[in-house]
């Protein structure tokens, strides 16, 4: 099925800075194409964490390029990749390829040496997809932060709806 194709991922990983430049490599990569956005930071870091820096860091030391490509705006995209010395592309639209198209070509690498690193299926792992390159996808920094709260929520439920009935809503 179609549906399977675009949304199923090549690597599942916990988190971005478990993807080193060994598995890369094995992945028949040289390049990462990542998003930014709760993959490798949240939407309340206007730059990156210097866990995201020494990583990118890594990735070069071990031979690997990290360019980003994003669905936020110009003005996320610029001021988070200012420093990184990555390629970086806004708006990208994925599951659009346009970004991933114009990563590689700044990167000067064919796309069969590029792997897709992103947080969502429909989004991310369906532009690698469509693309022809792998696809790793991390869960979402986000929503491993408030996991917590999710959980004593869908614990919460059987209540609220006890006293909901209790009050005869
Ligand atoms: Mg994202």
Redesign the pocket.
């Known amino acids: 099925m179609i549906f399977e194709r675009l949304l199923i991922p090549d690597l599942v990983l916990e988190s971005y800075e478990l993807l080193t430049p060994e598995t890369v490599r094995k992945m028949g990569a040289e390049a990462i194409l990542s ?5 490798v930071a949240t939407y309340d870091d206007p730059t990156p964490p210097e866990r995201v820096l020494e990583w990118i860091e890594k990735m070069r030391r071990g031979g690997v390029e990290v360019a980003f490509v994003s669905n936020n705006n110009a003005e996320r995209v610029e001021l988070f990749c200012k420093g990184t010395g990555c390629f970086h592309y806004a708006k990208a639209g994925k599951p659009s390829v346009k970004g991933l198209e114009a990563a590689v070509d700044a990167l000067g690498i064919d796309k069969s040496k590029a792997l897709l690193l ?3 299926l429909l ?2 792992c369906a532009a690698g997809k469509r693309f022809g390159i792998p696809s790793v996808i991390v869960p ?1 920094i986000k929503d491993k932060k408030t996991l917590f709260f999710r959980f004593k929520r869908l614990l919460e439920i059987p209540y609220m709806k006890k006293y909901g009935r209790l009050h005869g809503e």
Do not use: F, M, R, V
């Not at 998003?35 to 993959?39: F, G, L, R």
């Open positions: 998003d930014i956005d709760n993959t992103g947080d969502q989004t991310d979402p």
